[in-house]
């Protein structure tokens, strides 16, 4: 199983971001996928959800109507769209697999290497 995730970089307060994660090595279509993210000397975290036909997603509460996530599974990729993006955004992101249960996303596979966003004036 490969995870590759890309899109990163440096943007300014208030810019936008599309980080993707494409997917091999499984049948991507069967899998829940999400986003996390890790800032510099804290524990990662959860940023979204969705369920394998799209549906069923969940966003950290900080980031609801700021963030979008999406996936084509005839392409075996995940995006994340981020806009109005604040400088509490910045770390490196990663996608993972993701197992449902009790009303909540949780990772369920290795982590690939992830992808810096840096949001600085």
């Known amino acids: 199983v490969q995870l590759v995730e890309s899109g990163g970089g440096l943007v300014q307060p208030g810019g936008s971001l599309r980080l993707s994660c494409a997917v091999s090595?499984?049948?991507?279509?069967?899998?829940?996928m999400g986003w996390y993210r890790q800032a510099p000397g804290k524990e990662r975290e959860f940023v979204a959800a969705i369920g394998t036909t799209g549906g069923n997603q969940q966003y950290r509460d900080s980031l609801k109507g700021r963030f979008t996530i999406s996936r084509v599974n005839a392409e075996s990729t995940m995006y994340l769209q981020m806009n109005s993006l604040k400088p509490e955004d910045t770390g490196v992101y990663y996608c993972n697999t993701a197992t449902y249960y009790d009303g909540a996303y949780y990772p369920s596979g290795s982590w690939g290497q992830g992808t810096q966003v840096t949001v600085s004036s």
């Open positions: 090595g499984l049948t991507f279509s069967s899998y829940n």
